[in-house]
């Protein structure tokens, strides 16, 4: 089962390394899964990683190539020669090598490609590396077992334990016609359960569902996850089998989608991780702060434009932060939920329906909070009750507002195909402060007229 | 292929509906997915989406079901008998039918029980009742295939036959003891490609994951992502295997888990959708407004502490809004990214390293930042170039900790079991704030002296 790291057992291995203690390492890592391996080596030192990685066996290497952190794999495939690496593709599925040869220098690329053994794996390599990566084309490998229509079960057996022998695991058999079109598939079950001299024809599946070679990888897994497959064939434009995508593949798309919108949301706009340099991180923030700073100016000229009221009504310059904090919290509330409906699709209705709901919870929810504002200046802040029932009128008004901005800022994008998931977070926090300030100061100014 | 939910598609479905034209409608849905019959039910009128349901076939209503939003399943079910009921759940997997039943009214739920008709089937829900929703247990269906380790690989392929009848898709097969012991697994290429007369003990391999039944659904996620399984087995505290589970109930728990984090940077406390009634929307959303107008009492009067500069500084009380915002945002990207790496499991090194990391990071950002707001308050804002310093220089503190701040919170409510996706969004954006504007003020106080 899992291997629990601990900061004894990542000394423990520098120590053996350090002995170079090689057969007591083996012995070690011979039970150890090659995910969990691989989450050692990130934790070794370089040279640690390196002499781990050249102990063992290629078949575990390649897999551990796979799961390890982007920047150690950078450090051992330097290490590595053009040949050495072949040999690890050699070992791995088409759609993996592929992950691994487009992190390489461009110029390496071909000497690696050249020296690779097999060429039947060589030629599909090549052909996969063409394919946008964030398309289907780009996450499916060619490893699957296909048969014929004509044949009959038997000769199917027969050249499925051919091609098994390629196939690491055989997730559906699809069944092709003469020109390679993807026909429908065979469950392994019926296979199981179906006598052997039938024909293929006459027990497959014709309704299969397949996704095109150039379908978006967040549509491919869209469509994955509604009708719960775990694999789907890829097509090309003439509906010839090309290759299949795998769930585990699906898995990570999800995720990394999930990840970018959450970090959207945080102002964050590349994938970035704790442990990325601080110029990487530097750049993943400082747009949205930069943003930020230039809302802010105007906000200040906003406050400003308001100056007459500071003589008489000092206090409601108090007030502003907490203006312009509730107008950011509804704006980022009403829009995440947008956001995930429409990434969700359970977004439906009209929009003047969705409007008249939105008018209404906001309404519901501002006057909920206005009312522990009035409680709140009345008994905490000991404030005059005029401009407490100001500060709650404006309260409402600014809430409404906010919410609507909230709500419609990400159909509007969605609309015209940019990620609606960029209205969240900063950008809906800062233009809710500037208008929540325009808007309370305009109302103070109507009721208390100054 | 998938179908295309247009407006017209659905008042279609709704004219042939009225006119309880069966026949026609039949012909149209047996080429659509059960996904998309569900899809276009949630879009259809009550009675419409009831037609529809008991004019199909409870082969294909049972999986339309599962597929259903909450509200428009619960009033399938309202109007069918617990008879009904049963005859739908008989056509599924245990997991699944343990889904449905536990949205049932406690009273339904044992009537529905003692209408099974499979008797098997019943006992495997009723013991899968008793488990924790949020645990392996509460995921696992029972359905699988399983081996004993003495038998060949002929009364092994003979056994699979029958059972692979109950099951629907056969991921592992699973080898077991004389006490139902997990041993191993068996993969479905080794028994296509090994003689029929070699014994099942020496073929089988013995490494094989496996969680607890106890074990959370997240740790089962992770585990399952972790080492790229399509299913994983269950065991009870023995050993016994129990049942398994499939990557399609674990992407539906990465999604969850994902949106839940989502949601909760964006002030969201409970699992909502844009068409949730405005009740529970406020139900979910209230709770961080008021914590954030809890800190809008206490900013205000942190603010009000510094009257005393009203008089020659009042353009200080401008950028308030500004270093709250500048605060916040730069708060919610230092917990994101440390909510994000604890999630992933990412997070590396000691406490000192991320301390000094993150100083120079904000120290960094924050220079930039000054630079940009003195430029901007000369040029744009036309302020006092002493004025333009002091907040410049408070700016840069504040930065500084407001990211500590957003760093540390989520560390240590994680090192605490308590889950750090709560401290991002609203509640770092308040108390980053309230420090924000004390550290402002005070850094004027001290520079300007008032």
Redesign the interface.
């Known amino acids: ?2 291997f629990k790291i601990s900061r004894e057992s990542i000394q423990q291995f520098e120590d053996l390394i350090a002995e170079k203690n090689e057969k007591e390492l083996l012995e070690i890592l011979k ?1 150890i ?1 090659f ?1 969990d391996i691989a989450e050692i080596m ?2 070794l030192s370089e040279e640690g990683a390196i002499y781990i990685f050249n102990i063992l066996d290629s078949e575990v290497t390649a897999e551990i190539l796979l799961e390890l ?1 982007e920047n150690v794999r950078e450090n051992i495939l330097k290490n590595l020669s053009s040949k050495e690496i072949a040999e690890e593709l050699d070992e791995l599925n088409t759609d993996d090598a592929v992950d691994i040869i487009s992190e390489l220098p461009q110029e390496r690329k071909g000497e690696v490609i050249s020296e690779l053994e097999d060429l039947e794996h060589a030629k599909d390599i090549v052909d996969l590396m063409r394919y946008n990566e964030n398309t289907a084309g780009g996450l499916m490998g060619t490893e699957l077992v296909s048969v014929n229509e004509n044949w009959t079960v038997l000769t199917c ?1 027969k050249e ?2 051919k091609q ?2 390629h ?4 997730h559906s058999i699809y069944v092709v016609d003469d020109n390679q079109r993807l026909k429908g598939r065979l ?3 019926d296979l ?2 179906t006598s052997t001299t039938t024909h293929i024809s006459d027990v497959y599946i014709r ?1 299969v ?2 996704v095109r070679v150039d379908t978006k990888d967040v549509e491919v897994a869209r ?1 994955m ?4 497959l ?1 694999a789907i064939p890829v097509v090309d434009e003439m509906g010839r089998l090309l290759g299949r995508i795998t ?2 593949d ?2 990570d798309v ?2 990394d989608e ?2 970018k ?3 959207l ?4 706009s590349q994938d ?4 990325d340099s ?1 110029l990487t ?2 750049r993943a ?2 747009p ?3 943003l ?6 105007v ?3 906003v ?2 434009s308001f ?1 007459g009221a ?1 003589e008489k009504f ?2 409601l ?10 107008a ?3 704006g ?2 009403s ?4 956001v ?2 429409l990434a ?1 699709n ?4 009209s929009i003047w329906k ?1 409007l008249l ?1 939105e008018v ?2 906001s309404l ?2 501002g006057f ?2 206005s009312i ?2 009035l409680l ?2 009345h008994f ?2 000991q404030v005059d009750y005029m401009i407490g029932i100001t500060v709650a009128i404006a309260l409402v008004s600014v809430i409404v507002i906010a919410s609507l901005i909230g709500t419609f800022i990400p159909i509007f994008l969605n609309k015209y195909g940019i990620d609606p998931a960029l209205a ?3 950008f809906i ?2 233009s809710n ?1 500037i208008f929540g ?1 325009l808007i309370y100061f305009s109302i103070a100014k109507i009721i208390l007229g100054f």
């Open positions: 089962m899992e039970d899964h995910a990130n934790e952190d057996v499925m334990r098994a022998e196939v690491s695991r055989v469950s392994l079950k199981l359960t309704n569902d397949y469509i996850q509604k009708y719960d775990e769930i585990d699906i898995v999800i995720k999930a990840d919108d959450y970090q949301a945080a102002g964050i970035v991780e704790a442990n601080i991180l530097t923030r400082i949205w702060l930069i930020a700073m230039i809302g802010g100016f906000a200040v000229n406050t400003r100056e500071m000092r206090i310059f108090f007030f502003t932060p907490l203006i312009a904090a509730m950011g919290n509804v980022v509330q829009s995440a939920i947008i995930q409906g969700n359970t977004i439906s209705g969705r709901k209404t919870l519901f929810n909920i909070l522990i504002l709140g200046s905490l802040l969240t977070g900063p926090t800062t402060d300030i």
